[in-house]
């Protein structure tokens, strides 16, 4: 990966970074307890506690995908960066301008899946 495309590929990291961080806030505010005080109907408050633990469950995933961009930014200019840590196969820059903080290639990932 030349120079310009590691930049490229920062701009695109940092721009996941600070989406990611605007969905965990807003996350974080779905996730918040529903009180027991609220008067809604008993189906209604089932429906706000499903909403509330997925919410959860969303901002749990959206939290390690912060930790995992903010990790590939700070490897990026490792000579390493890029490169399959199962296989030691260059991952295809396409692959890592969709989902920067991966560290398999798509081969490798199919074959822990199996």
Do not use: W
Request: hydrophobic residues 35%.
């Amino acid at each position: 990966m030349d120079d310009s495309q590691k930049s490229k590929l920062k701009d695109k990291i940092l721009s996941d970074i600070d989406a990611t961080t605007i969905n965990i806030e807003q996350l974080k505010e779905q996730a918040k307890p529903v009180p027991p005080d609220n008067a809604i109907g008993r189906i209604s408050r089932m429906e706000a506690l499903g909403a509330q633990g997925l919410s959860e469950v969303n901002l749990r995933k959206a939290e390690v995908r912060l930790r995992k961009l903010q990790h590939a930014l700070e490897r990026i200019d490792d000579e390493y960066f890029g490169i399959c840590r199962e296989c030691d196969q260059p991952i295809p820059e396409k692959r890592l301008f969709l989902v920067p903080e991966v560290e398999v290639c798509v081969a490798c990932l199919a074959t822990k899946s199996a």
